[in-house]
Each structure stands twice: as C-alpha cells, then as structure tokens.
C-alpha cells in the first residue's frame, strides 16, 4: 500500500541539521534547530542535570509505571516555577508529557473537545511545527498579525484589532516569552491587555512557554503567563523543558490546565488524561525526574540557575556582539533590533534566496525564513559573519 503514499514534505527546521552534517566545508556555521551551543559548539548537559542523573542512578530501585500524569512532584515543581503564586491560587492541573510538543498535542485535543467548534488563532509568524501539530489535533487555523519586519517590533494594535473579531470560545496561541521566530517580545502592560481583551470576548489563551530563562530571566520570562493566570477564569499552557534544562532529547515537558473552579478543572483533567492514554499512554521518566531533583535540592536549584542564567547573558552578549558586528558592516541601523529581541532566535528579514546562497556560498545555515539560534553564531568570527550577510543586501 505504501507505493500509493506521497512523500511527506521534510520538515524545515530538523531537515536543515542533515544538510548541516553532511556539509564537508570547516568553519561552517549551524544556525538553524534551536539548540542551546556554547562557546565551542557545545550543547552542553547542564551541570545540575549532570548531578541529578548520578543520584537518580544510584537511587531509583524500580522502573515500573508511574501513571498516566508521570511524576507527580515534577508537576507540582514545574507548575510553581511557571505560575509562581498562582499554582497555590488557583485550580490548577498539570500533566506530565513528552516534551513541549507533547504538551501542546494533547493540551490542543482536550480544547476540541471541550469547544469543538473553536478556531485558534495563531501568531504570524509562529513557530514552523505549531501549525502541523496544532492542524493535526483538528483545529481550524487562523493567524493574528504579531510581528512588524520594519520596525522589528509587535504590531500590538493590530493584534488586539484581529482578536477582537475572534469569536467567544475561540482560542488564542500565545508565545509565553522569547518568541520563535522572531524574538520581538510583548512587554507586562501589553500582557494586561490582553488578559482584558480575553476577558471581555470570552476567548480561551493557550500560551506556550518554551524558553523561559533564555529572554529577561527566569522570573521575567513567566511574567506575562502569570499576568494571565490572575487574570483569565481557564488557560492552559504547554511548558518545555528542553532548552532550560537542556533536556532536548529526554522529552520533558508538562501540560497545564487552569480551570474556573475544581469540578471544571478535575473534569479537564480527566480529559487530558484520556488523550495521553490515547496517544502513548506515559510519558518518558527520566528527564522529569532529574528535574525534580534539581528543583527540590536547594543547592542543585542554584547550581541550574546559576548556569542557566549565564546562558541567557551568553546570548544577550552575543545579540549586541552581532548588532555591532552589522552596523559595521552595512554602516546602517538597518539591523538593531538583534540587541533589542531576547531569547533564542531573531529573524534577519532575508529572502528564501538570500538564506539559499549564504548555505551555497557560505555554509551558514538558517532556516529558510531567516530565522537565526543567537546561540549558534560563531563568537570569534561576528565580523566576517556579518560581512556575509551584508553581502546579500
Ligand atoms: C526550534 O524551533 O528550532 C526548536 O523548537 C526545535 C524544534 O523542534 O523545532
């Protein structure tokens, strides 16, 4: 039957480390999947992560099952680190699941069926897999205008205009910090008003927290999530541990619920329970498990913070380093916007061509949206970097 079958398109992030690797040339330069990299390429296993392990291996005494919601304690750890006080306020559920997409997988099954007529609405741009995935749970899709390629900035008007003709129920995905592609962020005030739009038209925030820790700081980075959950009566939010903890292939993440009273958040629950069974019935245990032990030792929560906020200053040095590096070279303003974005990603604003001939010609590789890891830009090099890139304009 196969023979019948279209190939599937590859997908535009993950494909693009193949050609990567199998690209003879030194000094080329990967810029594409969001990885954490360090000064010398590394993607590094983080040195409280390292230390959990060593005690879990010499503790753990049973492999058997955990149940459908995983590690218990990690939910509750991971729901106080996003929601700060809230977790103790309000209804709050949270399931353990198979990374970030996991999360948003099963978080955007049990929405259909709780609103199986709702749209969600998405930001353009969005990360490249939100669409594929949140398609694949069966919603129909429509895009709210969020970011301005000439000023580098959110077109924040314009994304409160769109999503006022949302209709009630309807749901809207919101990049809890760091936003991927384009790193143009929304500040607390534009936060408050969105809570109070969502109030006011009954829409339903689904926010997807991938990076916090990576744009203004642990803390900072919840901020707008929080803002939400004081403000909302339900949300729900997908949470990543991959780039934080550098859990990338542990597939670590949980799925949170915030329901208006205890029966409606315990109902919600049972259904996100049912479309983990549905879908692969536990999810993995090792990385949440580590997680658990940073986050309950009081020094190894330390040690994780400390490292991971050196990350965050590691990219923040290397937005300015790139910012400088280009107005040198295209002697304009044309590309300050890198030192303003925070987190992972910044997108250049090249076309299709441009990113096909800096690979061809100069093995720097992004995504074809021009989307680039600040993590991955090679530090002792900015300036020829950003000749490369002047070159295309
Ligand atoms: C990315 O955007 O590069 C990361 O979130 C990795 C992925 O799965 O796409």
């Known amino acids: 039957m196969f023979e019948f079958l279209k190939t599937a398109p590859p997908d535009k992030i993950l494909s693009l480390s193949a ?8 000094g080329k330069v990967d810029l594409g999947v969001g990885v954490y990299r360090s000064a010398t390429g590394e993607t590094p296993v983080m040195s409280a992560i390292a230390r959990a392990e060593a005690i879990l291996l010499s503790s753990q005494t049973t492999k058997s099952y955990l149940g459908l919601a995983g590690n218990i304690e990690f939910n509750d ?17 949270t399931v353990q699941a198979p990374g970030g997409s996991g999360a948003l997988r099963i978080l955007g ?21 939100h669409k594929a995935l949140l398609g694949a749970a069966g919603f129909e899709l429509s895009e709210y205008p969020y970011f301005d390629p000439a000023t580098g900035g959110v077109k924040f008007d314009e994304m409160v205009e769109t999503l006022r003709t949302a209709a009630p129920r309807d749901i809207v995905l919101l990049h809890g910090c760091c936003h991927n592609p384009t790193g143009a962020n929304l500040t607390p005030d ?15 925030p689904f926010v997807d927290l991938a990076y916090q820790g990576f744009g203004y700081g642990l803390e900072q ?33 949980a799925a949170i619920l915030i329901g208006d009273n205890a029966r409606a958040a315990d109902n919600a629950l049972s259904q996100l329970l049912a479309s983990a069974r549905q879908n692969y019935s536990m999810p993995p245990d090792h990385g949440a498990a ?21 990350m965050r200053l590691r990219m923040l040095t290397l937005r300015q380093g790139l910012a400088a590096a280009l107005k040198r070279a295209t002697n304009s303003d044309r590309f300050a916007f890198i030192a303003e974005h925070r987190g992972m990603f910044s997108r250049l604003g090249l076309s299709v061509e441009q990113v096909d001939k800096l690979r061809r010609d100069y093995a720097i590789y992004m995504v074809d949206d021009s989307r680039i890891n600040i993590a991955g830009l090679p530090e002792d090099r900015l300036d020829a970097f950003a000749e490369a890139i002047a070159s295309q304009s």
């Not at 050609?19 to 030194?26: G, H, Y």
């Not at 009566?233 to 542990?250: D, I, Q, T, W």
Request: charged letters at 30%; glycine letters at 8%.
């Open 290 to 310: 580590c997680v658990r032990i940073v986050l309950e030792d009081e020094a190894l929560r330390q040690e994780w913070m400390d490292e991971l906020e050196s």
């Open 77 to 93: 750890l991971l729901g106080r680190l996003v929601l700060g006080e809230s977790a103790e306020k309000r209804e709050v559920r």
């Open 109 to 129: 099954e049990t929405l259909r069926r709780v609103a199986p007529g709702a749209r969600i609405w998405l930001p353009d741009p969005t990360w490249a897999n």
């Open 19 to 26: 050609q990567f690797n199998a690209d003879p040339r030194p």
């Open 190 to 204: 534009q936060w408050s008003g969105l809570a109070a739009l969502i109030g006011e038209r009954g829409l339903f």
């Open 221 to 253: 980075d919840a901020e707008g999530t929080r803002i939400l959950a004081r403000g909302v009566p339900e949300m729900a939010v997908a949470v990543s541990c991959s780039k934080n903890f550098g859990l990338y292939r542990e597939r670590t993440g």
